[in-house]
């Protein structure tokens, strides 16, 4: 992959073992059982994995690099050596600041190849997936739908191998202010999604306008035509202005005609280069129209043929998940859980809502995380939703999930809206209720940890 000497060119590194000329050909950055031969970047996401050199020595890296200040670094380096005295290690002032360093060169020694960037407050990793498929009809593409979509994790994601890609489709992440104007100059995208402005995060970034402002900075560092698709659908971005320098191509749910939601996929039409095209989806709920609408006009753009745009949303499969329908013993269970916003809730909820040959609709609500003071707020209104919802039983878990609760006992019958202090209780009484034929959402943030629940539930036999 990348000689010692072309990589002390490149950045600021001192070796402290091995040969400058010596070639790193495969990189680890994560934990794993077997580090053969390859060299571990022991980044820091939620947690420090420098701790873990040791044991990637144990497990066969050919080396590794560590941070000039971390308190064990010296007795790593010895104990490490005594391992293997012929470790190539490599001492940086901090890990996480050369990976992006390091990816920005490899991005500006690709140009070449263009990025499409992706971001919203919903569905980004849907419409990411939805364009890939597309474009991988006829081109080489570099996708991820395991959401490396952080500044560390899109830089850990071009600095392998983005030189073996024609094509880029990428998601841009934001969880706080100022994150996006450094991922828009490591990415300097030639096509960037905005695909809506929700509340997800909008307890640290307070409204969403200035949701709005953060997404925005996505296209500052733009190359090529500089094309920005805008969700006309959305409130905020309809009325989206930019400078001349940029295209602006809108993409509406109008455009669709004839949506038909069948058992397990969705028929629709629209426009592709000025002719009437059917296109199956194998999805549920009008969302997913909306996002395929957006990588169907992508695929128009760059010139892909009609029948392979076909193809690629006809092969589309929903992201692990994300509103991912699991049959198991005449039962349907939806696992929902990746994250939850306000927006992504209602959109399952009526969508898992309008699912028909079922006995029994259950709903299983947990916290929607980093709504700061709108928390109370939007589990309320979640709760609200269920005036126009026909579910059968409400089960929530989590302190903000109460809200939702609380509010759909006035549309629920009392009986059947159930609040637990903790999953072990909800699993108990799930486990104790459900039956075959019926329908079970589950929908919650990601810290909420409901993908065990879902394994939980898919290991245990279902009453007739």
Do not use: W
């Not at 050199?53 to 490490?80: F, H, R, T, W």
């Not at 028909?356 to 609709?361: S, V």
């Amino acid at each position: 992959m990348i000689t010692i000497k072309e990589l002390k060119n490149l950045v600021d590194i001192n070796i402290i073992n091995g040969s400058e000329n010596e070639k790193i050909n495969e990189i680890s950055f994560n934990r794993r059982k077997n580090y053969e031969g390859l060299f571990f970047i022991p980044l820091s996401i939620k947690e420090d994995r420098q701790k873990y050199i040791l044991e990637s020595v144990q497990l066969g890296a050919m080396g590794y690099m560590i941070n000039k200040d971390y308190p064990q670094k010296d007795l790593i380096i010895k104990k490490s050596l005594e391992i293997n005295p012929k470790l190539l290690i490599i001492e940086v002032e901090n890990i996480n600041d050369l990976i992006y360093k390091i990816a920005k060169i490899k991005r500006e020694q690709n140009m070449h190849i263009p990025i499409i960037a992706v971001t919203g407050s919903v569905g980004k990793t849907s419409i990411c997936e939805m364009i890939a498929t597309i474009l991988k009809q006829e081109k080489k593409v570099m996708s991820d739908n395991l959401n490396c979509n952080t500044k560390l994790l899109l830089s850990m994601l071009l600095m392998v191998d983005i030189e073996d890609y024609e094509i880029a489709v990428l998601e841009a992440g934001m969880g706080s202010k100022g994150v996006m104007l450094p991922i828009s100059e490591l990415l300097k995208p030639s096509i960037v999604v905005i695909n809506n402005i929700g509340t997800a995060h909008i307890g640290k970034l307070e409204s969403k306008e200035n949701i709005l402002k953060e997404k925005l900075e996505l296209t500052k560092y733009m190359k090529d035509d500089k094309i920005v698709f805008l969700n006309e659908d959305d409130q905020l971005l309809k009325d989206v202005k930019l400078d001349d320098s940029y295209k602006i191509i809108k993409y509406s749910i109008k455009e669709a005609k004839q949506i038909e939601q069948k058992e397990d996929f969705i028929t629709f039409k629209m426009k592709v280069y000025g002719k009437d095209t059917k296109f199956c989806l194998n999805s549920y709920g009008i969302f997913n129209v909306h996002n395929a609408i957006c990588a169907i006009k992508i695929g128009e753009l760059l010139n892909i043929k009609i029948d392979n745009i076909q193809k690629g949303i006809q092969k589309y499969k929903n992201v692990d998940r994300r509103f991912k329908v699991i049959k198991k013993n005449k039962s349907i269970i939806i696992d929902d859980t990746y994250n939850a916003s306000f927006e992504s809730m209602k959109a399952g909820l009526f969508t898992a809502n309008n699912i028909k040959n079922c006995k029994r609709k259950i709903a299983v609500l947990g916290d929607m995380l980093e709504l700061g003071n709108y928390s109370e707020k939007l589990h309320s209104d979640v709760g609200e939703l269920f005036k126009n919802l026909n579910y059968d039983i409400l089960l929530t878990q989590g302190k903000k999930a109460k809200f939702i609760s609380d509010v759909a006992k006035k549309y629920m019958n009392e009986e059947k809206v159930i609040h637990f202090e903790n999953r072990n209780d909800l699993k108990a009484y799930l486990l104790k209720t459900i039956k075959a034929q019926d329908l079970i959402y589950l929908k919650a943030s990601k810290d909420m940890k409901f993908n065990e629940l879902v394994e939980e539930l898919l290991n245990e036999k279902i009453n007739g």
